[in-house]
């Protein structure tokens, strides 16, 4: 993409964005459907836009994505945080696809062209958010055909999706980290919604439980060995950098609407600039530039992984991105605190017409948990034994 | 290669490690990366040694006959020094 592409799905973005913010409120309150933010999403032609142009696609770059979720989510971090996770889906079957599977490309294509929606389905009850292990097996009925019988506890944006992207087990018999990732239409499964999404925060990604069940053709499945790869090259690397992209982008906005409520010379509430106030500032400016710096970082790191065409990457990476999503979830989420402080009780704790912090604090409290920071700090723990010299060579 | 190495991989992959297996990729049977650190954690402990850092590499741990052969030679470091 040119820069002036990019420039036009900048402009395109706050368009969108601007769009958003007149319903996000609602959405938030009413607890309803995010089918209004998707639907601007896709008029946008925002959904294909990391798809390659020769399956035409928008052809645009990680980190533009990276931009625009900022972008979005300073309008709805819902809305965002789907974009971002159907941005990774989009790079996962793009990056991954076995070149003999004629059925995932034309499958690109059609998303890429009626600007469709991919959910993802990797949670399960029994295993939690652990990626690398799943609990359904295929039940296979010939060598070609299999029954897809899974639930999903909390599928983001499930009731709107075009397509699921699912984690399984390869066969009853196979280990639990025997992984396969299979891609299913809507018409290709039943649907049935197990419960209702009713949480603190980001509540307009509506992401009630289903159960899907369906018969599938191998062709389904994206990939047949080595489901790690997948998860390393792809899914994790895009999924943290698209999460952080949208945490930074809602708490950059909050930061800005709170300095402009304090400019206000009328706004009496804060005329005495303390220094108190500026010191909370400073705190709150202080975690979203190292947020933003450190996201940028790896936005290049991975830009080099990807063009080193190495199979993996390094552990070295491995602890750098998760590092990224453990420190933009706890440190970005500190930011709405710290601005609820400065706001006080009218502008922070209580809903209003002026600067969404109660909601920015809600949204946010959910990003420590999805995939859970436990998680990931128990893996870069048992990964430091393995990188520990950090000095320059 | 002794058996009893041959166990201690076969923990975490998905069969038992054989001897006609030992030029397979680990990765392919199953060894993701938190169990190549388990693997070498569970290593250093039977065998009393500790790999220096420039043998936590790709390479060491891409099949049980690359393994085997540094084990053998921080074995015999060891060895050598007492
Ligand atoms: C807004 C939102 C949207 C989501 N959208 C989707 C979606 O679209 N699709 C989907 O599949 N999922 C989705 N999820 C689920 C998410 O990805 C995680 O799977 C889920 O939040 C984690 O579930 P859990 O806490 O039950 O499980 P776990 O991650 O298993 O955690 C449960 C508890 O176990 C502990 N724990 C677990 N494993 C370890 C470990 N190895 N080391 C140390 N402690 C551990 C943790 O401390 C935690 O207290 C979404 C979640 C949210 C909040």
Partial sequence: MTLIEDNKVI???YMTRDKLKEIASAIDSNNISPEAGINLLKRSNLMNLLIPVEFGGGGGGLQLASDVAQILASGCLSTSMMWGMHCQQIMTLIENRNNDNNHIEQTIKNISQNQE???????EVEKGGDLFSAQSA???ISENEFILDREGPIVTGGNLADFFLITVRRESSSLKNDVLLVLARKNELEIRQLSSWNPLGMRGTNSNGIHLYGKLERANIVILNNFEKITQRTLIPVGHIMWASSWLGATKDIYHKMIRIIRENHNKRYSNKSDYLYIKLSQVRLIIDTVDVYLRNMLVEYEDFRKASYEYPSKRFNININNLKIFASEELFKATDLLMDIAGMNLGYLKNEKIPIERAFRDLRSAKLMYHNDRLAMANGKLSLFDSDLLPR | MNNEFLKIISIFIKSD?????????LRDLGLDSL???ELLLEIEEYYDISFPDEYLSEKTFS???QLWKVVIQLVNMENSLV
Avoid: C, F, K, R
Wanted: aromatic residues 8%; proline residues 0%.
């Fill in chain 2, 35 to 37: 169990a190549t650190i």
């Fill in chain 2, 63 to 65: 099949t049980a006959n």
């Fill in chain 1, 117 to 123: 929606y991919i959910a993802s389905v990797t949670t």
């Fill in chain 1, 138 to 140: 295929l039940s296979w």
């Fill in chain 1, 11 to 13: 402009s395109q973005a």
């Fill in chain 2, 17 to 25: 490690l054989t001897q006609n297996m030992i030029d397979e990729n």
